[in-house]
T-cell receptor, first 114, second 110 residues
Framework: EAAVTQSPRNKVTVTGGNVTLSCRQTNSHNYMYWYRQDTGHGLRLIHYSYGAGNLQIGDVPDGYKATRTTQEDFFLLLELASPSQTSLYFC?????????????FGPGTRLTVL | GQGVEQPAKLMSVEGTFARVNCTYSTSGFNGLSWYQQREGQAPVFLSYVVLDGLKDSGHFSTFLSRSNGYSYLLLTELQIKDSASYLCAVPPFYAQGLTFGLGTRVSVFP
């Protein structure tokens, strides 16, 4: 059973649309992260959380909101999607101060904004 | 500032070795991680190093020189299935996530 799952796996929306990406981990980890991956930029940290109700800003937070509802669930929200947010989004979790610990990644969600 | 640099591509032959280099700059050092990412898949953790020197993990070994801001991942006895991108990552001082390099695409040929 996969320890980090993401849904949907693929999503197409239009400019200005409202999108929610979901992530669930069953690792009992405290830390969860959202990254985006783009050619020429690599993986970049959007938001992260160290527990339910907590949210921290990463490197590229503009245009994104996130919410950690439980230890298991972390959501990424795009309220006014733009074509620049077309990307591959990964969720990850880790069990310590995640700055150096091993991170477990979900399979990714490919988002296309038309 | 914060930066992680890696060569874009590397080609090697099955049964030989490949060395993937990584240079980094960071305000304060708290370890360096290596990940493998196959095409269309998620990154998978390989190794974490925080002390200078060579860390031998069998098929994968890692080297770190903190004074030079340099690390490498050494893949030995290469197999075709080792063809993948290898990502180097360091934690930024201001956040709890990771700053990744762009990755080195390793291609292993028969």
């Amino acid at each position: 059973e996969a320890a980090v799952t993401q849904s949907p796996r693929n999503k197409v929306t239009v400019t200005g649309g409202n999108v929610t990406l979901s992530c669930r981990q069953t690792n009992s980890h405290n830390y969860m992260y959202w990254y985006r991956q783009d050619t020429g930029h690599g993986l970049r940290l959007i938001h992260y959380s160290y527990g339910a109700g907590n949210l921290q800003i990463g490197d590229v937070p503009d245009g994104y909101k996130a919410t950690r509802t439980t230890q298991e669930d972390f959501f990424l929200l795009l309220e006014l999607a733009s074509p620049s947010q077309t990307s591959l989004y990964f969720c990850a979790s880790s069990d310590r101060r995640g700055n150096y610990a091993e991170q477990f990644f979900g399979p990714g969600t490919r988002l296309t904004v038309l | 500032g914060q930066g992680v640099e890696q060569p874009a591509k590397l080609m090697s032959v099955e049964g030989t070795f490949a060395r993937v280099n990584c240079t980094y700059s960071t305000s304060g050092f708290n370890g360096l991680s290596w990940y493998q990412q196959r095409e269309g898949q998620a990154p998978v953790f390989l190794s974490y190093v925080v002390l200078d020197g060579l860390k031998d993990s069998g098929h994968f070994s890692t080297f770190l020189s903190r004074s030079n801001g340099y690390s490498y991942l050494l893949l030995t006895e290469l197999q075709i299935k080792d063809s993948a991108s290898y990502l180097c990552a360091v934690p930024p001082f201001y956040a709890q996530g990771l700053t990744f390099g762009l990755g080195t695409r390793v291609s292993v040929f028969p």
